[in-house]
């Protein structure tokens, strides 16, 4: 059966799965019998489908050397598959060469592929528990539009409607931000239906080549239920875990220029494999094309991706947030409403990505009352335990607050929409939508 190009994390997802199967029933001991059965079955797809014809008898000598050596005579199925694995990976040089223990989709790859217990099937089971890879949407401050993608799924005829819900979800946005760190890989058509939002229709994306058979391209789609999201500030988010089917989304918006990598290099594995079962209880993974992209006539594979502004995985998404709010800042015709919502959204972005730490003596010189609680708003505590300060408005319940600034802003937990400046004499309550505090003299 032929596979779209990139698979990777349908092994992935399915692994999630395995300690489940083998703590319920655990797998069997390799005999004698069941490894020469599973030699036989790896080197005759190897020798069939390995997408560089040059280098089959290489990764195959490996393999009949470890067997005369011994080095696969073990029974558990286990330490046969990181063997195997180790030899194949090292010897072709290729991160797409694999085997892994996975009894569910092998039992679901022999299976009759349109039955209930089939391959479809099983593929289609995960893709609805997973949303089809898309995990989060949200709104940031500053309507910067996030979504997370976990893995480029595709169930023809249904994650297309899924992905146009998070398509209209991100075309409201100010900014877009597309979230593929740890993102193992997937299906191109998924990679497709997606940047195609990005590009004209008809471009010219991928040609996929494979030994033996003639080449295919993948164009930008022509109809898109939610049209097209061109012209908006867009960010990608990736790194070191970032591979295949995502590093070749991650390819487009560099090579494109559609938009801005932020975080770092990605893994660095770009061949197009396909997920083969392997007698007893195998997942075989083998490279049988590789893409060409219609730009730079190559791939990113052994060099990963380079992100356009290197940042630590754990600051990537505030790294892009500043990107975004300072360019959406600067661009002309800005009314002054959404220049305040920026603002007062870089603020914390910036002390997220700086950190503002206060001497305990200073804290708790801020300590004390606020105003008069007889009149007007009433009065605000401010008072110090568990090694914060905390808010209290009347009959309401305390609030933690996080320094912003060095200068004494914090952030109300709990309320984006609402912050305090504290002098030591002036507690200062600004809104977000309100060009002047409000002041309340300390008693």
């Given at each position: 059966m032929r596979m779209a190009p990139w698979i990777t994390a349908f092994a992935v997802l399915c692994s999630s799965l395995v300690a489940l199967t083998q703590a319920a029933q655990p797998l069997a001991r390799l005999s004698a019998g069941d490894r020469a059965t599973a030699m036989q079955a790896i080197e005759a797809k190897l020798q069939e489908?390995?997408?560089?014809?040059?280098?089959?008898?290489?990764?195959?000598?490996?393999?009949?050397?470890?067997?005369?050596?011994?080095?696969?005579?073990?029974?558990?199925?286990?330490?046969?598959a990181e063997r195997i694995t180790a030899?194949?990976?090292?010897?072709?040089?290729?991160?797409h060469l694999w085997m892994r223990v996975d009894p569910e989709a092998y039992a679901a790859a022999i299976a009759p592929q349109?039955?209930?217990?089939?391959?479809?099937?099983?593929?289609?089971?995960?893709?609805?528990?997973?949303?089809?890879?898309?995990?989060?949407?949200?709104?940031?401050?500053?309507?910067?539009?996030?979504?997370?993608?976990?893995?480029?799924?595709?169930?023809?005829d249904e994650?297309?409607?899924v992905?146009?819900?998070?398509?209209?979800?991100?075309?409201?946005?100010?900014a877009l931000i597309i979230d593929i760190r740890g993102v193992p890989g997937g299906s191109h058509?998924?990679?497709?239906?997606?940047?195609?939002?990005?590009?004209?229709?008809?471009?010219?994306?991928?040609?996929?080549?494979?030994?033996?058979?003639?080449?295919?391209q993948s164009r930008a789609l022509d109809y898109l239920p939610a049209g097209r999201l061109k012209g908006k500030p867009l960010y990608v988010l990736i790194d070191g875990r970032t591979g295949s089917a995502a590093e070749a989304f991650a390819y487009?918006?560099?090579?494109?220029?559609?938009?801005?990598?932020?975080?770092?290099?990605?893994?660095?594995?770009?061949?197009?494999?396909?997920l083969l079962p392997v007698p007893p209880c195998y997942t075989l993974s083998i490279s049988y094309g590789r893409p060409?992209?219609?730009?730079?006539?190559?791939?990113?594979?052994?060099?990963?991706?380079e992100p356009n502004v290197a940042a630590a995985p754990g600051t990537a998404l505030e790294t892009a947030q500043a990107l975004a709010l300072k360019r959406l800042a600067q661009a002309p015709g800005v009314s002054p409403p959404a220049q305040a919502e920026y603002a007062w959204a870089s603020v914390a972005v910036e002390a997220r990505l700086h950190p503002v730490a206060f001497e305990l003596t200073r804290l708790k010189t801020l300590v004390g009352h606020y105003g008069k609680a007889n009149a007007g708003y009433g009065q605000v505590d401010v008072d110090f335990h568990e090694g914060a300060l905390w808010f209290h408005q009347p009959n309401r319940p305390p609030s933690r607050l996080a320094p912003l600034t060095a200068e004494g802003l914090f952030a109300i937990e709990g309320n984006e929409r609402l912050r305090a400046r504290i002098t030591g004499k002036v507690l200062e309550l600004w809104w977000w939508d309100d060009p002047a505090p409000r002041l309340f003299a300390r008693n």
């Amino acid at each position: 059966m032929r596979m779209a190009p990139w698979i990777t994390a349908f092994a992935v997802l399915c692994s999630s799965l395995v300690a489940l199967t083998q703590a319920a029933q655990p797998l069997a001991r390799l005999s004698a019998g069941d490894r020469a059965t599973a030699m036989q079955a790896i080197e005759a797809k190897l020798q069939e489908l390995y997408v560089f014809p040059d280098m089959r008898p290489k990764i195959i000598a490996r393999l009949e050397q470890g067997q005369q050596g011994g080095r696969y005579d073990v029974d558990d199925p286990y330490l046969f598959a990181e063997r195997i694995t180790a030899d194949i990976k090292d010897a072709g040089s290729d991160q797409h060469l694999w085997m892994r223990v996975d009894p569910e989709a092998y039992a679901a790859a022999i299976a009759p592929q349109k039955g209930p217990d089939g391959e479809e099937a099983f593929e289609r089971r995960r893709a609805i528990r997973d949303h089809h890879g898309l995990a989060e949407a949200k709104i940031l401050p500053g309507n910067i539009r996030y979504l997370k993608i976990t893995e480029f799924q595709w169930v023809p005829d249904e994650t297309g409607a899924v992905y146009d819900a998070a398509m209209r979800f991100l075309k409201e946005g100010d900014a877009l931000i597309i979230d593929i760190r740890g993102v193992p890989g997937g299906s191109h058509p998924a990679v497709q239906y997606l940047v195609s939002h990005f590009l004209d229709a008809g471009t010219l994306e991928y040609t996929f080549l494979e030994a033996g058979r003639a080449a295919t391209q993948s164009r930008a789609l022509d109809y898109l239920p939610a049209g097209r999201l061109k012209g908006k500030p867009l960010y990608v988010l990736i790194d070191g875990r970032t591979g295949s089917a995502a590093e070749a989304f991650a390819y487009d918006i560099q090579q494109f220029k559609l938009g801005e990598l932020v975080g770092a290099k990605t893994g660095g594995a770009a061949n197009n494999n396909r997920l083969l079962p392997v007698p007893p209880c195998y997942t075989l993974s083998i490279s049988y094309g590789r893409p060409v992209h219609a730009l730079s006539n190559t791939n990113w594979d052994g060099v990963g991706v380079e992100p356009n502004v290197a940042a630590a995985p754990g600051t990537a998404l505030e790294t892009a947030q500043a990107l975004a709010l300072k360019r959406l800042a600067q661009a002309p015709g800005v009314s002054p409403p959404a220049q305040a919502e920026y603002a007062w959204a870089s603020v914390a972005v910036e002390a997220r990505l700086h950190p503002v730490a206060f001497e305990l003596t200073r804290l708790k010189t801020l300590v004390g009352h606020y105003g008069k609680a007889n009149a007007g708003y009433g009065q605000v505590d401010v008072d110090f335990h568990e090694g914060a300060l905390w808010f209290h408005q009347p009959n309401r319940p305390p609030s933690r607050l996080a320094p912003l600034t060095a200068e004494g802003l914090f952030a109300i937990e709990g309320n984006e929409r609402l912050r305090a400046r504290i002098t030591g004499k002036v507690l200062e309550l600004w809104w977000w939508d309100d060009p002047a505090p409000r002041l309340f003299a300390r008693n």
